[in-house]
């Protein structure tokens, strides 16, 4: 990905800090030394063109792993008092 300073000049994207999975701030430095910009962008997930092609358990599972286990825990007694009702 490429992001351009202001000035026109070219930048860097020094860190990127996920805020959610569809939202990053990208922290960015320009690269013309007399310029010195530094900004932040924000980088969006918009809208799906054409669905992955990965299964849907397949994702479900993937997400599920990348939970801390305590988010993991609070959603399955979620589910199982759902299951009960």
Not at 77 to 84: D, I, K, P, R, V
Request: contains cysteine; hydrophobic residues 40%; glycine residues 4%.
């Amino acid at each position: 990905m490429r992001v351009v300073c202001k000035c026109g000049h070219k930048g860097r994207i020094a860190s990127r800090e996920e805020v959610t999975m569809d939202f990053v701030k990208l922290y960015c430095q320009c690269l013309d030394a007399k310029c010195g910009h530094t900004w932040v962008a924000n980088l969006t997930f918009s809208h799906t063109l054409s669905p992955s092609a990965q299964s849907f358990e397949r994702m479900l599972f993937d997400r599920l792993r990348d939970m801390p286990m305590a988010k993991q825990r609070e959603l399955f007694e979620q589910l199982g008092s759902q299951a009960m009702a």
